[in-house]
């Protein structure tokens, strides 16, 4: 540890003389939001909560931690710019944060990186403390160093990376003894010398009639003089027919971008055809090493995707580099630390060993345990992923899907060619939620079932596709169970077009949406009127909330089949004419709607009301025709698998989207992919 005054080590050299190079900056939050201050500074530093060890459980101890109340005294005042913050006498903050610690465990993995150096600059009128911590991949914290100065300063702290295999971070707390103390900076460092490249970016945002979201990049991107150092262009990629050059703000934004900014406006490709054009459009720039993709409708953090473009600059072998995707409406609610696809399910979900939904207002870093392990990941969230260029010319651009798991099915095509994916803690958005809505019954339906098949088919390791074809044909008789008749009618369709080979993927991308939409309104269950006063009157105000979800398998298949044999009992005339009973979205499952033969149910988002009706005819007609869909593909299997896997590079090819792209766009100047 020193103490002291160097100079700035952007590019600079460090107290040995050695060059080192900012990865990570302390950076603090300038709108006042108290939502978002746990993921910047802890005021709570004396609380330190890991789990308890399997000993001290056998002993009697509780299998999990206690959970505290939430301490409320967040203070924004402290904060006094984006880098800097004002602690009054006798208090203690700690950095231990989700955006402010540095994640050790990760650069210690993917790069060659073995030390990182802390600086941290003070200004005080009297004693000021900069205790340094890490912690283990138990969570468990330590301190590591620590220094006080009077007269203020830099205080500079060499720490190694080696004992980090596993999992663990460091982080610093700030102490005012008798005067108030002025954090100026902080920032973690590295060997500029172990660096693989000095790499640039173009981020492409794709967006869909939200004009307003796109200037609003447009606006943050401008404002980051750092960010803008390293930025060749930002790519926006306009799908809709409300245009971003309608807005008043825009004229202005795209003048201060000046050269980094370029406009395309295209055809509806869905998410994957505006992000395959994101990736071309990097391509054919031929200045940026990597593209970022990020959504339209996220808020971000410019901090985090310096962290990323940094991060990948130095990791061994070329890696995309994702972000975490925080809730847009509850800021400190991270979604999942990470995404792993099952390959004998052939699903998503969170990482092992991590949670979902994490609050971190509620319990910080240096309370969650669990935080502290390395995650390891098959692909991140297109919500914010940096991706080298020199794998999207080793493997191609986005599956051309629409929406819904082209970015799931990069990362785990990345891997089979030798890629690694990284969702790097520090670097991370704000986002809707997915809880609140119900994609999978909506015109979506269509796309989370075809695409689903189609990674399968592409990716599979297991003959037949493992419990992937049982899952797909359970969903459809639960939605079935349910009356969603709407939802399966368009999932049949996702199957034949899947029967149908590879070629149907760029053929149908700018045009299967509205056969969707248009195949949905001829079902009352997807007919969305705004109030329930719309439909006639509720038979009767009985309670739903009597019935139970089955506690066990067996009485799950019970239930299934108990409501089978039901769909043969004819439709009672009174159920067809008015509604038996109405159920809001969060009680709609498959176990509760069986016991009904119509009801009202709300939409998921709360913008309306549907009218769910049973209906037997249709019922054994869509059973018949999933059954039968699901016995095609799982006998013709091998010949599917081999089709798919074999046509996958190309599809995804840059020749095969620059037809579609012509096809359904304004032509491409100087095509040279094709």
Not at 81 to 100: C, D, E, I, W
């Amino acid at each position: 540890m020193t103490v002291g005054t160097t100079e700035a080590v952007g590019s600079g050299a460090g107290t040995d003389g050695a060059a080192y190079q900012v990865v990570h900056k302390v950076v603090l939050p300038v709108e006042g939001d108290t939502d978002v201050l746990p993921l910047y500074v802890d005021f709570n530093p004396a609380r330190r909560v890991v789990d308890p060890s399997r000993r001290a459980i056998r002993n009697g101890a509780p299998k999990t931690a206690p959970s505290f109340p939430v301490l409320s005294h967040q203070r924004s005042d402290f904060i006094a710019g984006r880098t800097s913050l004002k602690l009054p006498a006798h208090q203690r903050v700690s950095l231990g944060t989700y955006f402010n610690a540095f994640p050790a465990s990760y650069w210690r993995r993917h790069t060659p990186v073995r030390s990182v150096r802390l600086r941290v600059e003070v200004e005080a009128g009297s004693e000021a403390s900069v205790i340094v911590y890490r912690s283990s991949p138990r969570g468990t914290s330590n301190r590591v160093d620590s220094a006080t100065t009077t007269a203020g300063g830099e205080l500079v702290f060499d720490l190694p990376l080696a004992s980090f295999v596993d999992g663990g971070w460091y982080w610093f707390d700030l102490v005012a003894h008798d005067a108030e103390v002025t954090l100026s900076r902080a920032d973690w460092s590295v060997p500029a010398a172990s660096a693989r490249s000095q790499g640039t970016l173009s981020i492409a945002v794709t967006t869909f009639n939200r004009p307003e979201y796109a200037v609003r990049h447009m606006t943050t991107l401008a404002n980051d003089p750092d960010l803008l150092e390293v930025l060749d262009r930002l790519i926006i990629i306009d799908q809709g027919d409300d245009r971003v050059t309608g807005q008043a703000a825009y004229a202005a934004a795209a003048a201060r971008l000046g050269g980094k900014f370029r406009l395309v406006e295209q055809a509806n490709l869905g998410g994957s055809g505006g992000f395959a054009r994101g990736m071309e459009e990097a391509l054919r720039g031929e200045d940026s090493d990597y593209v970022l993709l990020l959504d339209d409708d996220v808020s971000i953090e410019t901090e985090g995707i310096l962290r990323a473009l940094r991060f990948a600059n130095y990791t061994t072998d070329p890696t995309i580099v994702g972000g975490h995707m925080f809730n847009l409406y509850e800021r400190a609610v991270l979604h999942t630390f990470g995404e792993q696809v099952d390959r004998r399910r052939f699903f998503w979900g969170p990482a092992a060993k991590s949670l979902e939904g994490h609050d971190f207002s509620e319990r910080n870093l240096r309370m969650t345990p669990w935080v502290h392990r390395r995650v390891d990941v098959d692909y991140n969230g297109w919500w914010m992923c940096l991706i080298p260029l020199q794998i999207v010319r080793e493997i191609g651009l986005a599956l051309p899907v629409f929406i819904k798991w082209d970015d799931a099915e990069y990362g785990v095509r990345a891997q089979k060619a030798g890629f690694s994916t990284v969702t790097l803690p520090g670097a991370a958005v704000w986002h809707m939620p997915w809880t609140e809505k119900d994609d999978t019954i909506d015109w979506q339906a269509y796309y989370h079932q075809r695409n689903r098949w189609v990674a399968a088919l592409s990716h599979s390791p297991f003959d037949r596709g493992g419990r992937m074809p049982f899952e797909s044909l359970a969903l459809d008789v639960r939605h079935l169970l349910s009356m969603q008749y709407s939802a399966v009618a368009v999932r049949i369709q996702a199957l034949d077009d899947v029967l149908e080979g590879p070629a149907h993927l760029h053929a149908t991308l700018g045009e299967r949406l509205q056969w969707v939409r248009t195949t949905r309104r001829d079902f009352t269950d997807a007919r969305v009127m705004p109030n329930s006063s719309d439909f006639p009157e509720v038979q009767e105000r009985k309670s739903h909330h009597a019935i139970q979800e089955p506690a066990t398998v067996p009485e799950s298949l019970v239930r299934a089949v108990l409501a089978l044999v039901a769909q043969w009992r004819p439709v009672p005339a009174e159920a067809v004419e008015r509604p038996t009973v109405e159920v809001p979205a969060m009680d709609a499952r498959w176990w509760r709607l069986t016991r009904f033969d119509s009801a009202l149910v709300t939409a998921s988002d709360g913008t309306g009301v549907s009218w769910y009706r049973r209906d037997r005819s249709m019922f054994f007609s869509l059973l018949g025709k999933t059954l039968s869909r699901h016995w095609k593909l799982v006998s013709n299997w091998s010949e599917l698998q081999a089709q798919y896997s074999g046509a996958l590079p190309e599809f995804t090819s840059r020749q095969a989207w620059n037809r579609t792209f012509r096809r359904f766009s304004k032509e491409i100047e100087g095509d040279t992919a094709d």
